[in-house]
């Protein structure tokens, strides 16, 4: 079956400890996204990636690094800069051609210990 | 930069009920135009999408979405609600520069009472 896995699915973060969520694709899609979900403030971006080895930040990339060394797979990771992780993240991955839609993963939720 | 405002961080119909669900988006007219929904704990999924084929759009699961311009809206509607359309909704546009990039509203949450 074709789509988007991310993992884990729940994961918890020491302080000063730094996270990587796991995106992979098996679309054959060239961009990737990341999304972080609060309660109310629906999805805002965080990085994208239209093709392998490039990408760009998004309106929240603070506290948060990423790299898109295959097709296949788009890591984020949180890092301790980032002060207040608690939320949904969302990956998504759409074909390069303007405007195409975008197909999400499950999701990871991600809580401070 | 686009900006998308749903109006309504819930809405409650009862089963039967017409669902509107309404959606704005910044003045400069973007290319692409979105609804998504949502199930708890889980990804978006696409309901329909604007491409200025048609201002009248139809998606799945028998909602639709009309295109005005002089409104800047895109709002959703679906002439009957069932249990099972009990969900959280997004609206998105796309970038008017970087078709690749999107914005997403708030979100509304549709609650559907027997």
């Known amino acids: 079956d074709g789509g988007i896995t991310q993992s884990p699915k729940y994961l918890f973060r020491k302080e000063g400890q730094n996270v990587t969520l796991s995106c992979e694709q098996n679309?054959?899609?060239?961009?990737m996204y990341w999304y972080r979900q609060d309660p109310g403030q629906g999805l805002r971006l965080i990085y994208y990636?239209?093709?392998?080895?490039?990408?760009q930040k998004g309106d929240i990339a603070e506290g948060y690094s990423v790299s898109r060394e295959k097709k296949e797979s788009f890591p984020l990771t949180v890092t301790s800069a980032q002060k207040n992780p608690t939320a949904f993240y969302l990956c998504?991955?759409?074909?390069?051609?303007?405007?195409?839609?975008?197909?999400f993963g499950a999701g990871t939720r991600l809580s401070v210990l | 930069a686009q900006s998308v405002t749903q109006l309504g961080s819930h809405v409650s119909v009862s089963e039967g009920a017409l669902v509107l669900l309404r959606c704005n988006y910044s003045?400069?007219?973007?290319?692409?135009l979105f609804w998504y929904v949502q199930y708890p704990n889980q990804g978006l999924q696409l309901l329909l999408k604007?491409?200025?084929?048609?201002?009248l759009v139809k998606g799945i699961n028998g909602f639709e979405a009309e295109f005005k311009k002089s409104e800047t809206s895109f709002h959703l509607t679906k002439p009957s609600a069932h249990m099972s359309d009990a969900a959280e909704y997004f609206c998105?546009?796309?970038?008017?520069?970087?078709?690749?990039?999107?914005?997403f509203g708030s979100g509304t949450k549709l609650n559907v009472k027997p």
């Open positions: 998504a991955s759409s074909n390069r051609q303007g405007g195409d839609i975008q197909y």
């Open positions: 679309l054959n899609h060239d961009a």
């Open positions: 990636s239209q093709i392998v080895n490039d990408f």
């Open positions: 003045s400069s007219v973007p290319p692409y």
């Open positions: 604007y491409t200025s084929a048609a201002t």
């Open positions: 998105a546009v796309s970038d008017g520069y970087n078709f690749n990039k999107f914005y």
